[in-house]
């Protein structure tokens, strides 16, 4: 089951960074870019991947020690989600993937940091 939850939230990280180049290729790009940089179907796809990963991750981490991680970056995951359906671009969806990005790194460093410290 470890294993699961390891792939599950290097899914998250990777469909974060995902939809984090995407909106950072679009603020840096021209403004007569489409609405999205990747297509669409592929968009809900990724942003609907990082809600699910991202229950998991609060589900399986509630009870242990970084618990944090899990909460900001389920509740970033929503709010990305409520504005991706809102078809909200721009500086303030882009600091909450950032913020979802930052959550799931923060979590991978800390679990690292554990077992480097169990040595």
Partial sequence: MPRVI????????AGASILLGA???RQLGSTAAPQHVLPTGWFF???YLCLATAAVLLVTEWFSGVR???????????????????DVEGAVALTVRLIVWAAVACWFYKLAYLARADR
Avoid: E, P, Q
């Fill in 23 to 25: 909106g950072l290729a």
């Fill in 45 to 47: 796809v990724l942003t």
């Fill in 68 to 86: 944090a991680a899990g909460v900001i970056a389920f509740g970033s995951a929503v709010v990305s989600t409520v504005l991706a359906h809102r």
């Fill in 6 to 13: 390891l792939f599950s939230n290097l899914a998250l990280l």
